[in-house]
């Protein structure tokens, strides 16, 4: 399968860490303990999500299906000094 994009939404943890979930693609948490062991962590649930649904012949969510472009939004941290 062609490589694709998932969007995934990570949470900073009070107890400290990071949590990724998907709506996109349901079942994929992923917990870390910087952003990118989570993201890291996150990609190798995907796949492995979407292995399975390949492997049982079920329909990926509709939205994997129709993502065609590799455009990225997200958020960083800027300091700004008043």
């Not at 694709?4 to 709506?23: Q, V």
């Not at 990609?43 to 509709?62: M, N, R, T, W």
Request: no cysteine; charged share 30%.
């Amino acid at each position: 399968m062609p490589e694709t994009m998932i969007d995934i939404k990570i949470e900073k943890l009070e107890e400290g860490g990071y949590l990724a979930t998907s709506e996109i693609l349901q079942g994929l948490i992923a917990q870390g303990r910087t952003i990118a062991e989570t993201i890291e962590i996150a990609q190798d649930v995907a796949k492995k999500l979407i292995e399975s649904y390949i492997e049982h012949g079920d329909p990926l969510p509709f939205e994997i299906e129709k993502k065609k472009d590799l455009i990225i939004t997200t958020s960083v941290p800027v300091s700004i000094n008043a």
